[in-house]
């Protein structure tokens, strides 16, 4: 197949100059596409569709309708984004999928629209996506999240900003997975993921603190103090979660890092993995 250089593209009507369509795709003249949008071959782009500028479509991608892709994207080969949810609830309502800035995702990944229960899906900025992985209806991802191949996440999953998701993992649905975790390759999610923590295997356990990833992202070396000691009083004694949120709150330094672990488990309605 000749690259979408080598062939001579063309601009819809109404498109920002700059902007390269190929002469096989297919865009719905309700969608918009920004300043130097590329389009590859035979990609199909729905209705109320919106693609930031300097974002590209490659070859074969489906954007089916009701998507926002923000600024300097990038969607690989025959990814699908915007279709309807799997759901059985699901009975045609208007809803929406969003993705940020800088979010590259890679080829046969798959993101499906939410539900009426959030009606919106969302991938934050500055996110991978690697190859087959699957966001389903109203899951909720935050910034700086990878996913690796073949993540498979079910319906109203929220991942926090810089988590780790390894490949070949599936989540269980409204499972939490915190900010700076790691969830080791292979692993079965089922329950909510601590913040600051690395968990793997199938089931899901917990290994320890993320401290190689909490270095690696400049965390200060008294915030991961707290967060082991934080770590000790939940998984390495022998109180229970009352117990040892008491304790928390009354010896540890009342970071915001130490703060949102805190809250993290008194707001867990699937229990944490331990």
């Known amino acids: 197949m000749e690259s979408l250089e080598s062939v001579d593209s063309l601009v819809e009507p109404g498109c920002p100059p700059e902007t390269r369509i190929h002469g096989t795709a297919i865009v719905d003249p309700r969608a918009e596409l920004d300043t130097g949008v590329s389009v590859g071959p035979y990609a199909v782009i729905g209705s109320n569709v919106y693609i930031g500028a300097g974002s590209t479509v490659g070859p074969h991608a489906f954007i089916e309708r009701n998507t926002t892709v923000g600024r300097d994207c990038r969607i690989g080969f025959s990814a699908v984004l915007g279709t309807d949810p799997q759901d059985l609830k699901y009975k045609g309502e208007r809803t929406e999928l969003v993705i940020g800035d800088h979010t590259v995702i890679r080829e046969f990944a798959t993101l499906n629209r939410g539900t009426a229960v959030l009606g919106r899906t969302r991938v934050g900025s500055d996110c991978l996506l690697m190859a087959y992985t699957h966001v389903a209806h109203d899951c909720q991802v935050g910034d700086h999240v990878?996913?690796?191949?073949?993540?498979?996440?079910?319906?109203?999953?929220?991942?926090?900003?810089?988590?780790?998701?390894?490949?070949?993992?599936?989540?269980?649905?409204?499972?939490?997975?915190?900010?700076?975790?790691?969830?080791?390759?292979?692993?079965?999610?089922?329950?909510?993921?601590?913040?600051?923590?690395?968990?793997?295997?199938?089931?899901?356990?917990?290994?320890?603190?993320?401290?190689?990833?909490?270095?690696?992202?400049?965390?200060?070396?008294?915030?991961?103090?707290?967060?082991?000691?934080?770590?000790?009083?939940?998984?390495?004694?022998?109180?229970?979660?009352?117990?040892?949120?008491?304790?928390?709150?009354?010896?540890?330094?009342?970071?915001?890092?130490?703060?949102?672990l805190l809250e993290f488990i008194r707001r867990s309605e699937r229990g944490i993995t331990i």
């Open 146 to 260: 990878i996913l690796s191949n073949a993540v498979n996440m079910a319906g109203h999953v929220q991942i926090e900003d810089w988590a780790v998701i390894g490949g070949v993992t599936p989540i269980h649905q409204f499972v939490r997975i915190g900010t700076h975790a790691f969830v080791g390759g292979g692993s079965r999610v089922a329950k909510d993921v601590p913040p600051y923590c690395r968990v793997a295997g199938s089931p899901a356990r917990l290994y320890g603190l993320n401290t190689v990833g909490l270095e690696r992202r400049g965390v200060p070396a008294e915030v991961r103090r707290e967060l082991k000691r934080a770590y000790r009083l939940f998984f390495q004694s022998k109180l229970n979660v009352s117990q040892a949120l008491e304790r928390a709150v009354a010896e540890l330094q009342p970071l915001p890092e130490v703060q949102h």
